[in-house]
């Protein structure tokens, strides 16, 4: 069964950055593009970042373009996102998962970015 679990998330000023981690166990991670997701109180569930299974592709959002940074270790099962320029709007739970065929979601992240 395989188990996504997230972490790395916390309260950070407006500006700040945080890294956060996605590790995988069981599944396919190493033949799978991974991608990060984030849901805003009240808001449904939005795709911000992609990453190829090489890693050479990356797909942003336009929110977060610019300001975010996707990778992957694959021998570590392990995807990050890289976050920097925090804004308030940033705030939410983040979660990773496959781009497609999305498996259950793990507890998520939670970023509070305060102003």
């Known amino acids: 069964q395989v188990q996504l679990v997230e972490s790395g998330g916390g309260l950070v000023q407006s500006g700040g950055s945080l890294r956060l981690s996605c590790a995988a166990s069981?599944?396919?991670?190493?033949?799978?593009?991974m991608a990060w997701y984030r849901q805003a109180p009240g808001k449904e569930r939005d795709l911000i970042a992609t990453?190829?299974?090489?890693?050479?592709?990356?797909y942003y959002a336009d929110s977060v373009k610019g300001r975010f940074t996707i990778s992957r270790d694959n021998p570590k099962k392990t995807v990050y996102l890289q976050m920097n320029s925090l804004k308030p709007e940033d705030t939410a739970v983040y979660y990773c998962?496959?781009?497609?065929?999305?498996?259950?979601w793990g507890q998520g992240t939670q970023v509070t970015v305060s102003s």
């Open positions: 998962n496959y781009y497609s065929g999305i498996i259950s």
């Open positions: 990453i190829s299974v090489g890693g050479a592709n990356t």
């Open positions: 069981g599944g396919n991670f190493n033949s799978r593009t």
